[in-house]
C-alpha cells in the first residue's frame, strides 16, 4: 500500500473555482502533515500545515481526519497563479530533524 | 531567491563516471537532506544529515555516497550510476533541535542528473 495517496489529476477549473483535493496516509503514527506546493521545474515549498481542527490561510483551508487518516485541501476563488502541483505530505518524527513522506502530488491547473 | 543553493544544475554524465552534487544553505539550519524526484513518484528521502552526523540512510545503493563536512555543506557522491538513477537531485535543509520540528524543509531547486 502506498504511504501517501492522491489522484494525480489534472485538475483542470476555470478562474474563480472552488477546488479541493484530497490525500491518505498509511502510517497512523504520522505525526504532522502538510501541503506543499511545487512548480513547474522549481522545487517543492511549505504551502501549510494541517491541523486536525482544521485550519485557514487566506483562500487555502487544510483539514485533518486522523480517524480516517484523510488530509485535504480546498481553494477557494482559484487564480491562474495557483496552477501548481500540490503534495501532500506528512512527517513521523515528532521532534528534532523532519522525516518527510510526500505524495506523488495532485496537479492544478486554472485558465482564465 | 533561495537560501539552499544546488550546484550543478545540470549534469550528464556515463556509467563509469564519478562526480558530486554540491549543496550550501545559508539558513543557519542543522539538518540537511538528500531527495530523489523521478517522473511519476513521489520524492523520496535518501539521506539526513543533523548536526552533522548521518542520522537516515533509507537502504540507498553504495554508488551514491554522501558527506556533511558541516552543517552548511552537503555533498553527493556519484560513482558508477546506472541509467535508471536518472532523476532530479534535491537538496533541502530545516531545524535539527529537539523542540524546532516545524515540518518545513527549504529545498534547493536541484540537481537535474542523466546517466547515459
Known amino acids: 500500500r502506498k504511504e501517501v495517496e492522491q489522484d494525480p489529476g489534472p485538475f483542470n477549473v476555470p478562474e474563480g473555482a472552488t477546488v479541493a483535493f484530497n490525500c491518505t496516509y498509511s502510517?497512523?503514527?504520522?505525526?504532522?502533515f502538510f501541503w506543499y506546493r511545487q512548480d513547474c521545474r522549481k522545487e517543492p515549498k511549505l504551502l501549510m500545515s494541517?491541523?486536525?481542527s482544521g485550519n485557514e490561510d487566506g483562500r487555502f483551508t487544510a483539514q485533518l481526519n486522523r480517524a480516517s487518516q484523510y488530509i485535504s485541501l480546498l481553494i477557494r476563488d482559484s487564480k491562474l497563479s495557483d496552477s501548481a502541483t500540490y503534495l501532500c505530505?506528512?512527517?513521523?518524527?515528532?521532534?528534532?530533524?523532519?522525516?518527510?513522506?510526500f505524495g506523488k502530488g495532485t496537479m492544478l491547473l486554472v485558465s482564465p | 531567491e533561495t537560501g539552499v543553493t544546488q550546484t550543478p544544475r545540470h549534469l550528464v554524465m556515463g556509467m563509469t563516471n564519478k562526480k558530486s552534487l554540491k549543496c550550501e544553505q545559508h539558513l543557519g539550519h542543522n539538518a540537511m537532506y538528500w531527495y530523489k524526484q523521478s517522473a511519476k513518484k513521489p520524492l523520496e528521502l535518501m539521506f539526513v544529515?543533523?548536526?552533522?552526523?548521518?542520522?537516515e540512510n533509507n537502504s540507498v545503493p553504495s554508488r551514491f555516497s554522501p558527506e556533511c563536512p558541516n552543517s552548511s555543506h552537503l555533498f553527493l557522491h556519484l560513482h558508477t550510476l546506472q541509467p535508471e538513477d536518472s532523476a532530479l537531485y534535491l537538496c533541502?535543509?530545516?531545524?535539527?533541535?529537539?523542540?524546532?520540528?516545524?515540518?518545513?524543509?527549504?529545498f534547493g531547486e536541484g540537481s537535474r542528473l542523466t546517466v547515459l
Open positions: 494541517v491541523y486536525s
Open positions: 505530505v506528512v512527517n513521523s518524527r515528532p521532534s528534532g530533524y523532519s522525516t518527510l513522506t
Open positions: 502510517n497512523s503514527a504520522s505525526q504532522s
Open positions: 533541502a535543509s530545516s531545524h535539527g533541535e529537539r523542540d524546532a520540528n516545524t515540518g518545513e524543509l527549504f
Open positions: 544529515y543533523n548536526f552533522k552526523e548521518q542520522t
